[in-house]
């Protein structure tokens, strides 16, 4: 399985975008990338997935480096309501669980 | 984004007795529901697999005779923690997907948690 590897911890200011690294250097052609975030006492909210193409939704973007073994989830706007863990994982083929790391927390700062 | 609730939100039990934590989904029918626990400072882990209509499977080192799992239907997983003892608290996760992980673009989502306290 594919593993990743995120910084433990970043800053951001209010207001400011927010990106946050993750390597994943070893992942598959068949695996995508997810990113989920937890906000302290919470369940995992979904945030956004992809294969190979850059992809955006409501909440986020996420860019995918043309050799997939790296990701950039960028929240454009950071609120305070955006400080929780983000976690970068890798899923796909025989592997249809999702596997937590330790992954980032973002701390928005006013 | 879809749905999934817990309930109870957490419960407090005294030591050897069950609690059943119920978890739903609420605007699509889960194929396959996942459980989790989450000790405090520490990650998720993945404690089983359950798909509707059939047994659960365990991950390494979770008791299937002490973590109950029923999947009766495609919107309900319960989980019953039998003879609960103070190193069973911790935080209980549920999520649940459509496609039984057949579909890589299949998403999980994740109920509110539960929080057992055992005294």
């Known amino acids: 399985d594919a593993k990743t590897t995120q910084p433990p911890s970043m800053d951001c200011a209010e207001g400011r975008a927010a990106n946050l690294p993750c390597n994943h250097s070893?992942?598959?052609?068949?695996?995508?990338v997810y990113w989920y975030r937890q906000i302290h006492s919470q369940g995992p909210q979904y945030i956004i997935h992809?294969?190979?193409n850059n992809e955006t939704n409501e909440m986020a973007s996420l860019i995918i480096t043309e050799d997939r073994k790296s990701s950039t989830l960028i929240l454009p706007h950071a609120t305070l309501r955006d400080t929780a863990v983000y976690y970068c994982?890798?899923?796909?083929?025989?592997?249809?669980?999702?596997?937590f790391g330790k992954g980032t927390l973002l701390t928005v700062n006013p | 984004g879809a749905v999934v609730s817990q309930h109870p939100s957490r419960v407090i039990c005294k030591s050897g007795t069950s609690v059943k934590i119920e978890c739903r989904s609420l605007?699509?029918?889960?194929?396959?529901m996942f459980w989790y626990r989450q000790f405090p400072k520490q990650s998720l882990m993945l404690m089983a697999t359950?798909?509707?209509?059939?047994?659960?499977?365990?991950e390494q080192g979770v008791e299937k005779d002490k973590f109950l799992i029923n999947h009766a239907s495609l919107t309900l997983s319960t989980l019953t923690v039998t003879s609960a003892h103070p190193e069973d608290s911790s935080f209980y996760i549920c999520?649940?997907?459509?496609?039984?992980?057949?579909?890589?673009?299949?998403?999980?989502?994740f109920g509110p948690g539960t929080r057992l306290l055992v005294l």
């Open positions: 992809g294969l190979k």
């Open positions: 994982i890798v899923r796909g083929g025989s592997n249809y669980k999702l596997t």
């Open positions: 605007d699509f029918q889960a194929t396959t």
């Open positions: 070893t992942i598959s052609g068949n695996e995508y």
């Open positions: 359950s798909n509707e209509g059939s047994k659960a499977t365990y």
């Open positions: 999520s649940a997907e459509t496609s039984g992980g057949v579909l890589m673009t299949e998403t999980q989502y």
